[in-house]
C-alpha cells in the first residue's frame, strides 16, 4: 500500500513538475530507461501506374514511458497520464521522381518523402496534434509561375514543424506539366 502511494506521489510530481517533458527514467524501475534511435531501412516509393524506386531512408524504433495512474470520480487532482512514442524529431523532404511509362497524360510523377534524420521520445499526442495542414511548398495554382519539380528540392525542419504538413503519400505533384 505503501509503495502505491509513494508512486502516485512520484507520478504527481512529474506531471505537475513537467507535464510535457520526456521521461528518460521512472522512481518505479530505476534500472530502465527509455531509449529512441533512427534506424536505416529501404522504402519503395511507388505509384499507380508507374515503377516503383527503392531509396534509402530511416525508421524510428524504441521504448518510451508511458503511464497512467487511476483517476476517481469526482476528480480530486489532475489526471495523471503520460505518453510518450518514439518519433522523428527532424527530417527532410525530397523529390523523388517516379516513371511512368504507361502513362502519356503524366509521363512522370514526382512524390515528396520524408527522410528521418534524428528520432526522439516525443509526447504522443504531437503526432496527432500536427497531422491535419497541408504542406506548401510549391505556389497556389494562381501563381504566375510554378518551380520546375525536376530539379531536386530538398526543406529540412524540426519535426515539430514537419508533422503540422500532410503526410508524403498525400502529395503527389504532376511534373508533365512543369517545365
Same mark, same amino acid.
Given at each position: 500500500? %505503501?509503495? &502505491?502511494? =509513494?508512486?502516485?506521489?512520484?507520478?504527481?510530481? =512529474?506531471?505537475r513538475a513537467?507535464?510535457?517533458?520526456?521521461?528518460?527514467r521512472l522512481?518505479?524501475?530505476?534500472?530502465?530507461?527509455? %531509449?529512441?534511435?533512427?534506424?536505416?531501412?529501404?522504402?519503395?516509393?511507388?505509384?499507380?501506374?508507374?515503377?516503383? *524506386? #527503392?531509396?534509402?531512408?530511416?525508421?524510428?524504433?524504441?521504448?518510451?514511458?508511458?503511464?497512467?495512474?487511476?483517476?476517481?470520480?469526482?476528480?480530486?487532482?489532475?489526471?495523471?497520464?503520460?505518453?510518450?512514442?518514439?518519433?522523428?524529431?527532424?527530417? *527532410? %523532404?525530397?523529390?523523388?521522381? =517516379?516513371?511512368?511509362?504507361g502513362s502519356?497524360?503524366?509521363?512522370?510523377?514526382?512524390?515528396?518523402?520524408?527522410?528521418? @534524420?534524428?528520432?526522439?521520445?516525443?509526447?504522443?499526442?504531437?503526432?496527432?496534434? &500536427?497531422?491535419?495542414?497541408? =504542406?506548401? @511548398?510549391?505556389?497556389?495554382?494562381?501563381?504566375?509561375?510554378?518551380?520546375?519539380?525536376?530539379?531536386?528540392?530538398?526543406?529540412?525542419?524540426?519535426?515539430?514543424?514537419?508533422?503540422?504538413?500532410?503526410? #508524403?503519400?498525400? @502529395? *503527389?505533384?504532376?511534373?508533365?506539366?512543369?517545365?
Open positions: 500500500m %505503501w509503495l &502505491q502511494v =509513494l508512486s502516485a506521489c512520484v507520478l504527481a510530481a =512529474l506531471c513537467a507535464p510535457h517533458a520526456h521521461i528518460n522512481a518505479l524501475f530505476p534500472d530502465k530507461s527509455a %531509449w529512441c534511435e533512427a534506424k536505416n531501412i529501404t522504402q519503395i516509393v511507388g505509384h499507380t501506374g508507374c515503377t516503383p *524506386q #527503392s531509396i534509402q531512408n530511416r525508421a524510428c524504433l524504441g521504448q518510451c514511458f508511458s503511464y497512467s495512474v487511476p483517476n476517481t470520480f469526482p476528480q480530486s487532482t489532475e489526471s495523471l497520464v503520460h505518453c510518450d512514442s518514439c518519433m522523428p524529431a527532424q527530417t *527532410q %523532404w525530397e523529390v523523388v521522381t =517516379l516513371e511512368c511509362s502519356d497524360e503524366a509521363p512522370r510523377v514526382d512524390k515528396l518523402v520524408e527522410h528521418i @534524420l534524428h528520432c526522439s521520445c516525443q509526447s504522443c499526442s504531437k503526432e496527432s496534434a &500536427q497531422e491535419g495542414a497541408l =504542406l506548401q @511548398l510549391y505556389p497556389s495554382e494562381g501563381a504566375l509561375e510554378s518551380p520546375s519539380l525536376s530539379d531536386k528540392q530538398t526543406h529540412t525542419d524540426t519535426h515539430s514543424q514537419q508533422r503540422a504538413r500532410a503526410r #508524403s503519400d498525400a @502529395l *503527389q505533384l504532376d511534373t508533365s506539366e512543369a517545365g
